[in-house]
């Protein structure tokens, strides 16, 4: 991908096939389902769930979590929400990135979708400097319409000068109050961003994860 005075490079995850050449999308659905409290319940509530269930040595208090999360999840016709958690995944499992900020804990109406942006992850380099990714998903059958979409989705939350009124602003506010830690490095990291009377508040990048799905052409078997 070409994009005048900049170097990109764009990473694609695909499905695995099976032995017939096959995409197993309803193994992926299953993986989904079965981690829908890890994406909807913040690790905060699921760690104190798992402690009471080691207590009374019962899976009762993670089981209610697993349905409270499935309730979260919009019974609309038309929704986001599945791109949203890939999102997750993507982030979580393959790069590594915990998500500080969930919106589905932020909804107070579960046919109503929580505006902004997809989801807030955060990392921190070997240098101290606290890296803050704001999300946001496209699962379009067209790719390149997926990540031209993401991109201008993105570009306020990346470009906007300091001041109240940009784009981020809101989403820092509930990190300030809700963020959900449990990296000593990380909670370090954010307590210096937000005590703005110190030089160390300055030691922030914002960035984009931009992921997009679509369908891509296959190529035809050899014979």
Same mark, same amino acid.
């Given at each position: 991908?070409?994009?005048?005075?900049?170097?990109?490079?764009?990473?694609?995850?695909?499905?695995?096939?099976?032995?017939?050449?096959?995409?197993?999308?309803?193994?992926?659905?299953?993986?989904?389902?079965?981690?829908?409290?890890?994406?909807? *319940?913040?690790? &905060?509530?699921?760690?104190?769930?798992?402690?009471?269930?080691?207590?009374?040595?019962?899976?009762?208090?993670?089981?209610?979590?697993?349905?409270?999360?499935?309730?979260?999840?919009?019974?609309?016709?038309?929704?986001?929400?599945?791109?949203?958690?890939?999102?997750?995944?993507?982030?979580?499992?393959?790069?590594?990135?915990?998500? *500080?900020?969930?919106?589905?804990?932020?909804?107070?109406?579960?046919?109503?979708?929580?505006?902004?942006?997809?989801?807030?992850?955060?990392?921190?380099?070997?240098?101290?400097?606290?890296?803050?990714?704001?999300?946001?998903?496209?699962?379009?059958?067209?790719?390149? &319409?997926?990540?031209?979409?993401?991109?201008? &989705?993105?570009?306020?939350?990346?470009?906007?000068?300091?001041?109240?009124?940009?784009?981020?602003?809101?989403?820092?506010?509930?990190?300030?109050?809700?963020?959900?830690?449990?990296?000593?490095?990380?909670?370090?990291?954010?307590?210096?961003?937000?005590?703005?009377?110190?030089?160390?508040?300055?030691?922030?990048?914002?960035?984009?994860?931009?992921?997009?799905?679509?369908?891509?052409?296959?190529?035809?078997?050899?014979?």
């Amino acid at each position: 991908m070409l994009v005048d005075g900049h170097a990109v490079k764009i990473h694609c995850h695909c499905l695995a096939v099976d032995g017939n050449g096959r995409v197993q999308p309803h193994r992926l659905a299953e993986f989904m389902r079965n981690a829908v409290a890890d994406y909807a *319940i913040p690790r &905060s509530q699921l760690a104190k769930a798992k402690a009471r269930d080691q207590k009374y040595k019962s899976t009762e208090a993670v089981t209610a979590l697993v349905e409270q999360a499935k309730r979260s999840f919009t019974d609309l016709a038309k929704t986001g929400e599945g791109g949203e958690m890939l999102l997750f995944l993507l982030a979580e499992r393959f790069l590594k990135l915990p998500q *500080i900020l969930c919106k589905m804990d932020l909804k107070t109406d579960t046919r109503m979708h929580y505006h902004g942006a997809d989801g807030v992850y955060a990392g921190v380099t070997p240098d101290g400097m606290l890296k803050l990714y704001w999300g946001e998903s496209k699962v379009y059958k067209n790719v390149a &319409s997926a990540i031209q979409d993401c991109l201008s &989705s993105l570009a306020p939350f990346l470009v906007e000068p300091e001041h109240e009124d940009a784009e981020r602003e809101r989403d820092l506010i509930l990190l300030s109050d809700k963020a959900d830690l449990d990296d000593p490095a990380l909670t370090d990291a954010l307590k210096r961003y937000f005590d703005k009377n110190s030089v160390q508040s300055r030691r922030v990048q914002y960035c984009g994860m931009p992921p997009a799905c679509g369908t891509a052409r296959r190529p035809t078997p050899l014979p």
